[in-house]
């Protein structure tokens, strides 16, 4: 399942906005993406399902379809990962950084190479 710490939605997530630039949709609240991961957990991305439990919480003015909510889920989930990799990569990289640093063989160019590798996948994964 999806999730996200508060930490992460105040700094990858919440200023995000997911409108057409005309207005039409207004941006994802907090609660409105809680209510959407939980259902999406519980439901097991059935989106009849979630899409029906998610106009029933929110209220029938709500007018995001179900495109609109597969969207976001999915858009969540891929700056999570790209996000969750590059603090991972970023890591590993001052780890094998410091290693290197300390040891005078080969190792330090198998560690460029790695870190050359990693950081190179980290920056290939994109949002929708």
Known sequence: PLTYTTEEYNSWIQDLDMGDGKGAVKKWTKGETDVLM????????????IYDKFIMRMGYH???????L????YTIGAILLR????????AEVAATAGAAS????????NAAAEKAALTSLAASIKPF
């Open 38 to 49: 939980e259902l999406c957990r519980v439901y097991e991305l059935r989106w009849a399902v």
């Open 62 to 68: 709500h007018k995001r379809n179900v495109e609109d």
């Open 70 to 73: 597969q969207h976001w889920y």
């Open 83 to 90: 996000k969750r990799l590059e603090k991972a990569v970023g």
């Open 102 to 109: 300390t040891s005078k063989d080969s190792d330090g160019v």
